[in-house]
């Protein structure tokens, strides 16, 4: 329950004025209270074989025995008389109770963070907290909570990411890439977050997958659906699941990539830099299956379908220096 639905519970419970189900609800907190997940948390870390976790735990009850120091007493005398006339003894400590818990959860689940990055050529799977599985592509970042704190498994990805997710209907499993969530309860599905080129692409293997925006839901997903999000336009298809996933086993194929995507995916796949100095091939797109091909020749490949100048600048540099383009879609 949060602090406003609580605030005017409470109200209605000092003027006497409580429903039947309000009151229910009410009494459903209190009773609930002390045995709600985040207290498990805190009794899990106290009792983790590191030192780090007793030492967390250790400066979260310091803090809770500071904040406890201002008596909800206090505090009421504090308020103006008109505004204390309004408001209960019972809604001021309970306020004060939640809110102190409320910012110590927040430094809880920042403290307990844990973020992995992929380096170039590499591939790894990670397994979570609550027992789901995701495959990191190279080049790709992702930070979730090593206990999963709070009402949701929330996950934030940058690259891409294939996810086996355990069910669980009770904490759904979220993965926010900028302004892009994905959601779901228990299902198997690939993220694409390249945030900084405004593509985002989710495709279902299994379940039904929920997609929003900061706006508003774009879509639900089931299994082969596809929805894939490019510059401010928003595409809903169907995809090939197993050819989509042989990244997993090291393959490197495109469908329709435009080449800003396709650099960075060989930057990551072969360790170098990718300059794209023409920004009329920004608009090229390109497919095809070049697993097992060396970087010059994917670029010999790609210059067959538009034509492009490379110049090599050193082992590590590459700058794309200069094309016809194409002509935007």
């Known amino acids: 329950m949060d602090k406003e639905r609580l605030k005017y519970l409470l109200t209605l419970y000092e003027a006497n004025a409580l429903s039947t189900d309000e009151k229910e609800e009410l009494e459903e907190w209190y009773e609930s209270f002390d045995t709600k997940e985040d207290d498990a948390h805190l009794i899990n870390l106290r009792f983790q074989g590191n030192k780090k976790g007793q030492k967390m735990y250790a400066n979260i009850l310091n803090r809770i025995k500071e904040k406890e120091a201002v008596t909800p007493r206090e505090f009421y005398r504090k308020i103006p008389l008109r505004g204390a006339a309004a408001i209960s003894l019972l809604l001021v400590a309970s306020i004060l109770l939640i809110s102190n818990r409320s910012s110590l959860y927040k430094e809880l689940i920042t403290a307990t963070?844990?973020?992995?990055?992929?380096?170039?050529?590499?591939m790894q799977i990670v397994s979570l907290p609550d027992g789901s599985k995701t495959w990191l592509r190279s080049g790709s970042t992702l930070t979730y909570n090593r206990f999963f704190l709070g009402g949701q498994r929330n996950l934030f990805l940058k690259g891409?990411?294939?996810?086996?997710?355990?069910?669980?209907?009770?904490?759904?499993?979220?993965?926010?890439?900028?302004?892009?969530?994905?959601?779901?309860?228990?299902?198997?599905f690939n993220i694409k977050?390249?945030?900084?080129?405004?593509?985002?692409?989710?495709?279902?293997?299994?379940?039904?997958?929920?997609?929003?925006?900061?706006?508003?839901?774009?879509?639900?997903?089931?299994?082969?659906?596809?929805?894939?999000?490019?510059?401010?336009?928003h595409i809903l298809d169907s995809a090939n699941v197993d050819n989509y996933l042989r990244w997993r086993n090291?393959?490197?194929?495109?469908?329709?990539s435009n080449i800003?995507?396709?650099?960075?995916?060989?930057?990551?796949?072969?360790?170098?830099?990718?300059?794209?100095?023409?920004?009329?091939?920004?608009?090229c797109t390109f497919s095809g299956d070049f697993t097992g091909l060396s970087l010059s020749s994917i670029f010999k490949i790609m210059q067959e379908v538009h034509p492009f100048?490379?110049?090599?600048?050193?082992?590590?540099?590459?700058?794309?220096?200069s094309g016809p383009g194409c002509s935007l879609p």
Request: charged share 25%.
């Open 193 to 233: 977050a390249l945030t900084e080129f405004e593509i985002y692409e989710v495709l279902v293997r299994t379940g039904k997958v929920q997609v929003s925006d900061s706006n508003s839901i774009l879509a639900t997903l089931l299994p082969k659906d596809r929805l894939m999000a490019k510059h401010n336009q």
């Open 160 to 188: 891409e990411a294939y996810f086996e997710v355990e069910r669980n209907p009770d904490k759904p499993f979220v993965v926010q890439s900028g302004s892009m969530k994905t959601t779901v309860l228990g299902t198997s």
């Open 309 to 321: 100048e490379v110049q090599y600048l050193g082992k590590e540099n590459i700058k794309i220096i």
């Open 250 to 256: 090291g393959n490197l194929r495109f469908d329709s």
């Open 260 to 283: 800003e995507e396709i650099a960075w995916y060989l930057e990551n796949r072969f360790g170098v830099n990718i300059e794209l100095a023409d920004m009329k091939m920004k608009s």
């Open 113 to 122: 963070n844990k973020t992995i990055y992929v380096p170039e050529g590499k």
